[in-house]
């Protein structure tokens, strides 16, 4: 197992750690970045007639593999890149250099087929409010091309799975609270059986009970399903919890990867992985809310 690690965010080193609690490293690789970069241009002074843009890269040169059935988290802080990195592995967005696949499949060339291993799950996930998580799921199911009985069945499973109650899956999702939605959310992800789940911040904002499904069910994701997971998190018992590995993310980019227990031993004995992560990265993790 290698740890990158190095407080300044310019210059990574190497240092080879002990194998993790479950060993990986026979399994094919499920997702492989390689020097990803998206950046944008935001305006950034100058007048109405001449603006003035900078370029900034939200993802900046960053490098990694997931194996096969791994749950791999991104730590940061707000504004870090977790985002645009998931959007960059999930399609969304284009990449402006470095290359994504997916089982060998490159996200820009094959999309089509990368869009059916693949789902994701964010924290501003889209619906239509006035509508039922019944009605939104079979709506979904229609454009993912499935059969309305079995996607039906599917989402129910996996919604009372989550926590959530029958009843709640014919109300109006503008009445439900932002937990219940996001439950939704994750139940419209699996419709399609995807084989790699990008989870931006899935339990955000959610309550502890909402929390601790999410996470089981993450945990089921990858142990029933062998799906291979990718996470983005402020929260760092949820990613000690959940991760095989995890990456530090600062400004674009990686500044540290390796197991929870690597992080921390790289920062000296008896630390968490949060003095790990401040330590590292030199930056604070934002206090997550709490519903
Ligand atoms: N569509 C966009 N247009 C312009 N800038 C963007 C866009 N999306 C993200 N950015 C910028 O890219 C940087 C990284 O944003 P990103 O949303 O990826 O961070 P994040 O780590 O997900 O933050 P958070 O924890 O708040 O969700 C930020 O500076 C943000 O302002
Ligand atoms: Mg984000």
Redesign the pocket.
């Known amino acids: 197992m290698t740890v990158t690690a190095s407080p300044a965010a310019s210059s990574r080193t190497s240092v080879d750690m002990s194998a993790p609690n479950r060993d990986l490293s026979a399994r094919e690789i499920a997702l492989d970045v390689r020097n990803l970069v998206?950046g944008?241009?935001?305006k950034s002074g100058g007048s109405l007639v001449r603006p003035q843009y900078t370029d900034?890269r939200?993802?900046d040169d960053v490098s990694f593999h997931v194996r096969r059935g791994e749950i791999y988290g991104v730590l940061?802080?707000?504004?870090?890149?977790?985002?645009?990195?998931?959007?960059a592995m999930s399609t969304l967005l284009i990449p402006d250099e470095g290359t994504v696949s997916i089982f060998g499949l490159d996200v820009v060339r094959d999309e089509a087929q990368v869009r059916r291993l693949l789902n994701r799950v964010s924290?501003d996930a889209a619906f239509y409010k006035k509508l039922s998580p019944r009605e939104n799921l079979l709506y979904s199911a229609q454009l993912y091309g499935l059969d309305r009985h079995v996607a039906e069945q599917r989402a129910l499973v996996t919604l009372r799975r989550l926590g959530l109650k029958d009843k709640a899956f014919q109300e109006p999702l503008e009445e439900m609270s932002r937990g219940m939605q996001q439950k939704v959310a994750i139940a419209r992800a699996f419709l399609t059986s995807p084989i790699v789940v990008l989870l931006?911040?899935p339990t955000t904002g959610l309550d502890p009970r909402s929390r601790r499904d999410v996470q089981e069910f993450v945990l089921e994701l990858r142990d029933v399903h062998d799906a291979t997971i990718i996470l983005?998190t402020?929260d760092m018992p949820e990613a000690e919890r959940l991760c095989d590995r995890i990456a530090f993310?600062s400004g674009?980019k990686f500044v540290a990867e390796g197991t929870a227990e690597e992080l921390r031993t790289l920062v000296g004995p008896g630390k968490t992985l949060e003095d790990a992560f401040i330590e590292l990265t030199g930056e604070e993790l934002?206090e997550e809310e709490q519903a």
Do not use: C, Q, W, Y
């Open positions: 998206k944008f241009r935001k900034s939200a993802v940061g802080p707000n504004g870090s890149g977790k985002s645009t990195l998931i959007r924290v931006d911040e983005t402020h993310i674009g934002a």
